[in-house]
């Protein structure tokens, strides 16, 4: 019997905290209108104080596995996706395992930026396809903020907060994924890079003297790699899956900004409202982006069994991720898990 990987649990959290372009402008020099035309960003969500990347991952993933309807105790696996955990150590996968009561369930830790949930829901379908695992959670949480040099414009007004996780379990049904494509062009890490505090540049007086615990970009070489990597990944995942863009139900992007967003959108030759949005209210939260947009995307439009969802990433690294994934029919697999022992 065949196996597949259903997402049949997910969920988004977003802190209370709304710092819009008309804060930012109170803080560095830059305008609401600079913000908006070229980023599309109208505002983005901050953790308040206490709020941490695991804090809020926890609240996404009992989101997740509420909708699941599944008890965390039957997970046999966590994969956490940030770029910003908690602690260098211990992993924040772990942290979220203990918080979530999820005894049973090994735990690690995935770190390739705002790629990070593509990367991390590929191998969690690696993991229940090959029959190692039944019932994973992939979560992706960043805090953002507290890696920002809120006296650099060039990066403080793209960045949020926020989590989003997805369950998965294996199914006999057929659904899933269709194709994944992985990316690193490890060459040009450099563009987007948090210097210090790693074992190359520990953290030293000089170290935070100079900034360099604190995001820096290259914005302009940035763009232009998203804008290639994004077209070329998402068409490379199409065809992998024998699909053309017309098989696809809805485009799930990475929110980093609307014009890298829209450019791939035209060059899948795809109309405006086939491609979910939501940068304008959340800024770019890395690895959570992904997430958080199904999430919305699965409570606002009407996604049903067999529509064929697009996935598409770019991030530090330099890292690209797409797949496609085929949606399953998730309440006949909750009650099939539920009518009796698991089967498969
Ligand atoms: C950052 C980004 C929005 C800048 O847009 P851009 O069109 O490339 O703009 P440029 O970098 O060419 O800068 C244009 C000017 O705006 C200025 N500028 C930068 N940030 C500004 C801000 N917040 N407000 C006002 N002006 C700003 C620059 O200093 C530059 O001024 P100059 O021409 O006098 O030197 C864009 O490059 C981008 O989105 N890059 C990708 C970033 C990203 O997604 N990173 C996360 C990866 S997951």
């Known amino acids: 019997m065949s196996r597949y990987a259903a997402v049949t649990g997910w969920g988004h959290y977003s802190p209370s905290r709304v710092l819009t372009n008309h804060d930012l402008e109170q803080m560095v020099e830059t305008s609401d209108e600079w913000i908006r035309a070229r980023t599309g960003i109208a ?8 709020e941490t990347t695991t804090s809020m991952a926890v609240v996404a993933a009992q989101r997740a596995l509420e909708r699941a309807r599944m008890d965390a105790i039957d997970l046999d696996l966590v994969i956490c996706a940030s770029t910003t955990p908690d602690y260098l150590l211990p992993a924040a996968s772990c942290i979220v395992q203990e918080r979530l009561g999820a005894g049973n369930a090994g735990a690690f830790d995935l770190n ?3 790629t990070g949930f593509l990367y991390a829901l590929v191998t969690a379908s690696q993991f229940i396809r090959a029959g190692t695992y039944d019932r994973v959670l992939v979560v992706a949480a960043e805090t953002l903020s507290r890696f920002t040099n809120w006296k650099d414009r060039n990066t403080c007004v793209l960045f949020g907060d ?56 290259r914005g302009n070489e940035v763009f232009r790699f998203a804008v290639r990597s994004m077209e070329h990944a998402a068409s490379e995942a199409l065809a992998k899956a024998g699909l053309t863009s017309h098989d696809i ?25 086939k491609v979910f949005i939501n940068v304008d209210r959340y800024g770019n939260t890395s690895a959570a982006s992904v997430p958080i947009a199904l999430s919305e995307c699965l ?20 890292t690209w991720a797409s797949a496609v994934l085929r949606w399953a ?14 089967a498969i």
Not at 249 to 273: D, F, Y
Not at 329 to 342: L, S
């Open 249 to 273: 139900r809805m485009v799930i992007p990475h929110q980093a900004n609307i014009r890298i967003i829209r450019a791939t959108q035209e060059a899948l030759g795809l109309p405006p409202e």
């Open 112 to 114: 390739t930026a705002c």
């Open 329 to 342: 029919d998730v309440d006949a697999i909750i009650g099939q898990r539920e009518e009796g022992p698991y």
């Open 162 to 217: 926020g989590a989003g996780a997805v369950v998965l379990e294996a199914t006999d049904r057929d659904c899933g994924l269709l194709s994944a494509v992985l990316g690193s062009q490890g060459d040009v890490g450099h563009l987007l890079a948090i210097e210090a505090g790693g074992s190359a540049n520990p953290t030293s007086e000089e170290t935070l003297s100079n900034g360099h615990h604190y995001i820096t970009m």
């Open 43 to 50: 505002e983005r969500r901050l953790a308040t104080e206490g």
């Open 299 to 318: 409570s606002s439009e009407a996604i049903r069994p067999g529509d064929n969802l697009l996935f598409v990433a770019f991030g530090g690294g330099l």
